[in-house]
């Protein structure tokens, strides 16, 4: 079935930047390429209230897009089959083209805290497992 939710179809701007090889967030920390670095301190990936992910090394790559280290994952065995979902996705010809197999809730309410505990709402976020890197706006 075709994109259809705003949220879902909205991961296709994020992966599309991830279409063409050595490109996004990935190659950005790999090669130093981070254009401006907001903070090399833990913050924290949240759906919801529930803790997903610590993640340093945060910096913009292509403004607005963000992206950082994992460091380390906390997340429950749905979020996790999402967000690799996502990330294989991702990585394919044609890149996420249909709405994630995942209830609908799942996509929205992500955030990323700082260490102050201030939050700010992003879209769902794009893991590279392989990598240990995440990317979102």
């Known amino acids: 079935m075709p ?3 705003s949220t879902a179809c909205a991961i296709s701007q994020i ?11 990935r190659s950005a920390i790999i090669r130093s ?6 903070d090399h ?9 529930e803790p997903i992910a610590t993640v340093t090394d945060i910096g913009f790559y292509d403004f607005p897009s963000v992206c950082g280290k994992v460091v380390a994952s906390h ?6 089959e999402l967000l690799e979902w996502l990330d ?7 890149g996420v083209t249909d709405d994630p197999p995942f209830p609908a809730e799942m996509l929205d309410e992500w955030y990323i ?6 939050k700010t709402e992003i879209m769902i976020p794009l ?9 979102w706006r």
């Open 3 to 5: 994109c259809t939710r």
């Open 15 to 25: 992966e599309g930047r991830l279409s063409v090889p050595g490109d996004g967030c």
């Open 33 to 38: 390429k981070i254009t401006h670095a907001m």
């Open 41 to 49: 301190s833990p913050h924290r990936l949240l759906w919801r209230d």
């Open 75 to 80: 997340m429950s065995t749905q979020i996790r």
């Open 88 to 94: 294989r996705e991702s990585k394919t010809e044609d």
């Open 113 to 118: 805290e700082k260490p102050d505990g201030t």
């Open 127 to 135: 893991f590279d497992f392989a990598r240990g890197t995440v990317e």
